[in-house]
């Protein structure tokens, strides 16, 4: 249960990492309107504190022995032994990139946030050599990995993205300026496209996941496996995500717009608060679950 949790908490952080500096770079009417600088350095921090404490759960897992009982030597070798081991020092030199761009976002917001997006980017996607992602050889591993590290990025777009949405509504509607209100109506209009282009991305590498994970004869056995049920609920979280996704972008976003001209934002402010809160939450439970995926057998490798 530690390592799910520790996986969780990595998997959260590293996201918000990524998609937060991806979700800024390229909304930059909406940046002083976000605590960027804290936000950044924070996820930085915290996800070197987590890699470090996932490092020791799983040295002392592969060890055979109780966590305060892992040695240096179990340590040394995940990381000189192992493609993970790899992929961790490559996660803490990204994440040390988001800690340090953090004090630039002020003074020289676009390069500051692009360093931030490249080492956001090194840490999520190197999640893949942590995963089942990692099992197969040759082309197969190869396509696997690659599907991975696409699956990677795009939630953490998505995930940056709506808990950069979150606070933008979370002001109090009686505060909210009208150039807040427009600004965070533009996050929201122009962030349709790019969040179509994430969807498709999800849903084709999570095909091909699928495929190599789970084959289409064990599909009908899921139900009866605590790998398949927990698979299933992940797909309906997902698709819940699609449905709040959907009425966002044409019924409350549209009306936030009208409000706006009417001058009687609250209610459709408040509407969106809550929408893009009941997303983020779904999100937040599909990681737990993949989190929780990740330490089981998927069908395929039990064949």
């Not at 969780?8 to 605590?35: H, I, K, M, Q, W």
């Not at 915290?46 to 890699?51: A, F, I, K, N, V």
């Not at 340090?100 to 490249?118: C, E, G, H, I, Y």
Request: charged fraction near 10%; charge should be positive; hydrophobic fraction near 65%.
């Amino acid at each position: 249960m530690l390592d799910v949790i520790v996986r969780f908490a990595l998997y959260l952080d590293l996201a918000l990492a990524f998609g937060v500096a991806f979700f800024a770079l390229f909304a930059p009417r909406v940046r002083d309107s976000l605590p960027l600088p804290r936000l950044l350095a924070s996820v930085g921090l915290t996800g070197m504190l987590l890699s470090v404490a996932g490092l020791a759960v799983l040295s002392a897992s592969m060890a055979g022995v109780p966590l305060a009982q892992v040695d240096a030597e179990s340590v040394a070798m995940v990381l000189t032994g192992m493609s993970l081991g790899k992929a961790w020092m490559v996660r803490i030199g990204g994440l040390a990139l988001v800690a340090a761009a953090a004090a630039f976002v002020r003074r020289r917001p676009a390069a500051a946030l692009s360093v931030a997006s490249f080492g956001g980017a090194l840490a999520v996607g190197g999640l893949a050599w942590a995963g089942h992602g990692a099992m197969d050889d040759g082309a197969v591993g190869w396509l696997h990995l690659a599907a991975d590290v696409a699956h990677l990025l795009a939630a953490g777009v998505w995930v940056g993205a709506l808990a950069c949405l979150l606070l933008l509504v979370a002001r109090p509607a009686p505060r909210a300026d009208a150039a807040h209100l427009w600004a965070t109506h533009r996050a929201l209009d122009g962030f349709a496209l790019v969040g179509t282009a994430v969807v498709a991305v999800i849903v084709v590498t999570g095909l091909v996941n699928a495929w190599l994970l789970v084959g289409a004869a064990n599909v009908p056995s899921l139900p009866g496996t605590l790998y398949g049920r927990l698979l299933i609920a992940k797909l309906v979280l997902f698709g819940a995500m699609l449905g709040f996704a959907g009425i966002n972008r044409y019924r409350l976003t549209p009306a936030l717009a009208a409000r706006i001209d009417a001058g009687d934002h609250g209610g459709a402010v408040v509407a969106l608060r809550v929408s893009v809160a009941l997303e983020t939450a779904c999100a937040v439970m599909v990681l737990a679950l993949v989190a929780w995926l990740g330490t089981l057998q998927p069908p395929m490798s039990a064949m």
